[in-house]
């Protein structure tokens, strides 16, 4: 049956308030609010991840400063998934909000480890909820519908309160013949359309594909192909939460007579979670470790690394300029990127391929070949009307995307007859309120970006206001290098200039110790990654913020500049 709130209530007085606090015209960083009277629930609380523009920063999470006024509101936190851009930033939402967190049990696995490392696992309550087994919180009705995506266990929100029932879709694709055969809950969505539902708020990450997104099965066919034809190393990267294709990649390992390696410290640690849940077989005797790879031949050796999104100091950047202390690639090697190019990452992506050929490996990645080496885990056009046909909402409000993306969602639905009263264009901030006239857009509410740096598990930086009080506080060093990119050599000394940082006019050892920090990081780095730019201001930056912190206690925001000679 479908939960209409218990008994009837002739006309509800209540108000029902829908609040995306981040992922409305913005990539990454999921997070909604749902308000029942005095009652909250979180949707999600994701991270985006940073772009070259925001140097210096590690992670991105929205602002909760909403949450942080209503805190004795909040009754839950809801997990759909345990994709990063939706549970990234559960820790820092807890340092400050209690509420009990619900997930799928691998969701809250993901979770738990994010707790741990934040000391927060003994103080947080994770209660599991499962497809078919509704629950209540406060005034809401919860249930978890399960559907397909990149990664298990993940699905729709269905929450019913006494004004009607609203549907967050989570991140979803139909996939018709998903590797786990476990196929989206079609009939349940349905169930509750017939039923009736107030609002539809629905993933557009997709909607300017037209047709459906092909099946994960898809790559199956593609690996099987790389496979066969190896002569030497197979190396794979994807995301170390895709655990049906990880398992795809073991299975294929185990068949070609191929050693299984782990390499990266998320791939690591999301396996390791998984194969103890049972939701990742791996035959015994398969696994080996990273340092024992350079003992086994060439051609019996799977290697499965993070770092597809060419983030500097992964592993796979590590290995595409060589200077990886256990995994190389050697000519005739075969190098499978089997990930998406997130949305700001195209040049870093890029340029980790032309390492990668350089290498001498054949590349595989998303350069539209079929069969594919990757397929979305989003629904594409037609996956995203039948959505709308199945739920036939009042309202429709998309989500999880850029503006243009929202837009062509709402304009998709305009098309089809499947909304039967007003379909909202709403950014994060916006809020819009249901009682029983109708519904409207209210006062916005505070959102924002908040950057954080991993390195002191400290909210540092709010892109402007706190990046200016962090430099007002701890000061800026800019190191100025003329690096000769065909010999990787300094041409000259290396010049920094700081601002609010200790006088470094009057500080000549720190200044010269400094110098000695840039040179050892440089002559530590081979050619390629001498030339990678990327690279070396990273190593730099980090090297740099060590040695200032032990010097002088402080951490000011070092923003090395490279100038090409
Ligand atoms: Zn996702
Ligand atoms: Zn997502």
């Given at each position: 049956m479908v939960y209409s709130g218990g008994p009837a209530i002739p006309t509800p007085t209540g108000t029902l308030r829908a609040i995306p606090l981040g992922g409305l015209g913005e990539f990454g960083m999921n997070m909604m609010a749902f308000e029942y009277n005095d009652h909250l629930l979180v949707v999600d609380t994701g991270v985006m991840f940073p772009d070259a523009e925001l140097l210096g920063v590690d992670i991105v999470i929205p602002d909760i400063a909403y949450l942080r006024e209503n805190r004795e509101r909040v009754r839950a936190i809801l997990l759909t998934h345990g994709h990063e851009d939706h549970i990234g930033a559960l820790p820092y939402v807890l340092d400050e909000i209690d509420a009990p967190v619900y997930g799928?049990?691998?969701?809250?696995?993901?979770?738990?480890?994010?707790?741990?490392?934040?000391?927060?696992?003994?103080?947080?309550?994770?209660?599991?909820?499962?497809?078919?087994?509704?629950?209540?919180?406060?005034?809401?009705?919860?249930?978890?519908?399960?559907?397909?995506?990149?990664?298990?266990?993940?699905?729709?929100?269905?929450?019913?309160?006494?004004?009607?029932?609203?549907?967050?879709?989570?991140?979803?694709?139909?996939?018709?013949?998903?590797?786990?055969?476990?196929?989206?809950?079609?009939?349940?969505?349905?169930?509750?359309?017939?039923?009736?539902?107030?609002?539809?708020?629905?993933?557009?990450?997709?909607?300017?594909?037209?047709?459906?997104?092909?099946?994960?099965?898809?790559?199956?066919?593609?690996?099987?192909?790389?496979?066969?034809?190896?002569?030497?190393?197979?190396?794979?990267?994807?995301?170390?939460?895709?655990?049906?294709?990880?398992?795809?990649?073991?299975?294929?390992?185990?068949?070609?007579?191929?050693?299984?390696?782990?390499?990266?410290?998320?791939?690591?640690?999301?396996?390791?979670?998984?194969?103890?849940?049972?939701?990742?077989?791996?035959?015994?005797?398969?696994?080996?470790?990273p340092q024992d790879i350079k003992k086994l031949p060439r051609n019996q050796v799977t290697v499965v690394l993070t770092g597809s999104q060419g983030e500097p100091m992964a592993a796979l950047s590590r290995v595409a300029v060589n200077s990886h202390k256990w995994i190389s690639l050697e000519p005739g090697d075969d190098m499978v990127i089997s990930a998406r190019v997130i949305p700001g990452n195209e040049k870093s992506i890029f340029r980790m391929i032309d390492h990668l050929y350089r290498r001498g490996a054949r590349v595989h990645y998303a350069d539209g070949s079929q069969p594919p080496v990757h397929v979305s885990g989003h629904g594409s056009a037609e996956e995203l009307k039948l959505m709308l046909n199945l739920i036939r909402p009042k309202y429709f409000v998309p989500i999880h995307g850029e503006y243009r993306q929202l837009y062509r969602h709402t304009a998709m639905a305009k098309e089809l007859a499947a909304v039967s009263g007003e379909i909202l264009l709403l950014e994060s901030g916006d809020v819009l309120e249901f009682d029983g006239q109708g519904a409207r857009r209210r006062d916005r509410v505070p959102v924002g970006r908040v950057c954080i740096d991993v390195g002191t598990l400290d909210e540092v930086e709010e892109v402007i206001l706190k990046e200016r009080r962090h430099i007002s506080e701890d000061g800026i060093v800019v190191p100025i290098l003329a690096i000769n990119k065909h010999t990787g050599q300094l041409e000259i000394r290396p010049e920094i200039v700081s601002r609010g940082f200790v006088p470094l006019e009057e500080a000549h050892e720190l200044v010269a110790s400094a110098r000695d920090v840039i040179l050892r990081t440089i002559e530590k780095s081979n050619l390629e990654e001498v030339g990678d730019w990327g690279v070396i201001k990273e190593k730099i930056r980090s090297a740099l913020r060590r040695h200032f912190d032990q010097e002088t206690g402080k951490r000011p925001m070092v923003l090395p500049v490279i100038l090409e000679v």
């Open positions: 799928t049990p691998f969701t809250l696995a993901l979770a738990r480890a994010k707790l741990v490392e934040h000391g927060l696992a003994e103080v947080v309550e994770l209660r599991e909820m499962h497809p078919g087994k509704p629950f209540e919180v406060g005034p809401f009705q919860v249930e978890f519908i399960h559907l397909t995506h990149s990664i298990i266990e993940s699905g729709a929100l269905a929450l019913t309160t006494p004004l009607g029932t609203v549907i967050h879709t989570g991140d979803f694709k139909f996939d018709p013949t998903p590797m786990d055969q476990h196929v989206s809950d079609l009939h349940r969505l349905a169930e509750y359309g017939r039923a009736g539902v107030l609002a539809l708020f629905s993933d557009s990450t997709n909607v300017e594909r037209p047709g459906m997104t092909p099946s994960e099965r898809g790559v199956r066919e593609r690996f099987e192909e790389i496979m066969a034809e190896a002569k030497g190393r197979v190396l794979i990267s994807c995301f170390a939460t895709s655990l049906r294709r990880l398992q795809l990649v073991a299975d294929l390992a185990h068949e070609y007579g191929r050693r299984l390696c782990f390499v990266g410290r998320a791939m690591f640690q999301n396996t390791e979670i998984a194969q103890q849940m049972g939701r990742l077989k791996i035959p015994p005797g398969l696994l080996v470790q």
